[in-house]
């Protein structure tokens, strides 16, 4: 399974921003899918994730009303709508696949695999 993120960049506190990520070799319509984050001199964190058919979808506190998570089981991708980016959110942002269907988990080790990061700085 290979998970490809890409659409970080430089923005300003405020702005909006999409993240996307391309999974490939594995029934996507089975799988959750999540975002995480890592922040410089921070521990990685739980961002968002959505069920396999997309019904169910969970957010970190931090992010509720901010950002949405959606995927495209016929294109096989799954985004992250970012709004009022905050410096916080600067990170290196991460997609991770979940080989259940159903059940949304937080814990990082729970997840089986994951892309490379993109880089995500909010900046004035």
């Known amino acids: 399974v290979q998970l490809q993120a890409f659409g970080g960049g430089l923005v300003q506190p405020g702005d909006s921003l999409t993240l996307s990520c391309a999974v490939s070799?594995?029934?996507?319509?089975?799988?959750?899918l999540g975002w995480f984050r890592q922040a410089p001199g921070k521990a990685r964190e739980f961002v968002a994730a959505i069920s396999a058919s997309g019904d169910r979808r969970l957010y970190h506190a931090s992010v509720e009303g901010r950002f949405t998570i959606s995927r495209d089981n016929a294109k096989n991708t799954v985004d992250l709508q970012m709004s009022s980016l905050e410096r916080e959110d600067t990170a290196v942002y991460y997609c991770a696949a979940r080989n259940v269907p159903y059940t949304l988990n937080q814990a990082i080790g729970q997840w089986d695999y994951w892309g490379h990061g993109t880089l995500v700085t909010v900046s004035s």
């Open positions: 070799g594995c029934a996507f319509e089975t799988y959750t």
